[in-house]
């Protein structure tokens, strides 16, 4: 199921993009995230649905597919959610605090920057394997794709960037798992010996 669903959205990039390219000269592309501006809120649905280019779908469609299957590794559910978590909130502080000259925000790299976000949140915040190996594999794949995403510069939305990691951290921190307690390191003592302390009685 979790294949297909990716699949589909991956394939529903591509055809949008053939019909606006071809039929709709580029039209759709309109329809973005536009910061602060009223008409411009809707966009925050139809953004990660739209690309500037049949290069800037590719330049998603990877990284997508690999950072969806990382999070998947710990169940659909916890994939769902991000994903709303990324789209949701992620588009919402684009629209709330990007520069404004920048008038129009797409294309589902904000997404894939919020689920490269939740990766690195939930090894941070849970501190146990499960957490820890999807990240590290993230993290040796797109580090760099990721730093030089968030500097700021022209024709690139950083602001989607960042406020997308940042939503997937905030998504981590939700579903983090509890951690176990910390081990009392006077236990083992205690255990064997007892909680007296005889030597220092006359």
Avoid: C
């Avoid at 779908?57 to 991000?82: A, D, E």
């Amino acid at each position: 199921m979790a294949a297909s669903v990716l699949g589909s959205i991956v394939a529903l990039w591509w055809v949008i993009e053939i019909l606006d390219t071809y039929l709709l000269n580029d039209w759709l592309q309109g329809n973005g995230i536009q910061p602060r501006q009223p008409r411009g809120l809707d966009g925050i649905l139809w953004a990660p649905f739209l690309h500037s280019d049949f290069g800037h779908v590719m330049s998603n469609t990877f990284p997508f597919l690999i950072l969806s299957g990382l999070i998947l590794l710990r169940g659909f559910r916890r994939w769902l959610t991000i994903t709303i978590i990324g789209l949701s909130l992620g588009g919402f502080l684009t629209w709330l605090l990007a520069f404004e000259g920048r008038s129009n925000h797409i294309g589902a790299s904000g997404v894939v920057f919020a689920y490269f976000g939740a990766l690195f949140g939930a090894a941070f915040f849970e501190r146990k394997p499960a957490a820890f190996a999807p990240a590290i594999v993230a993290m040796v794949m797109y580090t760099t794709t990721v730093v030089v995403g968030l500097v700021p510069q022209a024709f690139v939305s950083w602001e989607g960037h960042l406020a997308g990691f940042v939503s997937g951290i905030v998504a981590a921190k939700l579903l983090a798992d509890e951690r176990p307690p910390r081990k009392d390191p006077d236990a083992d003592i205690e255990k064997y010996f007892g909680t007296d302390e005889p030597w220092l009685t006359s």
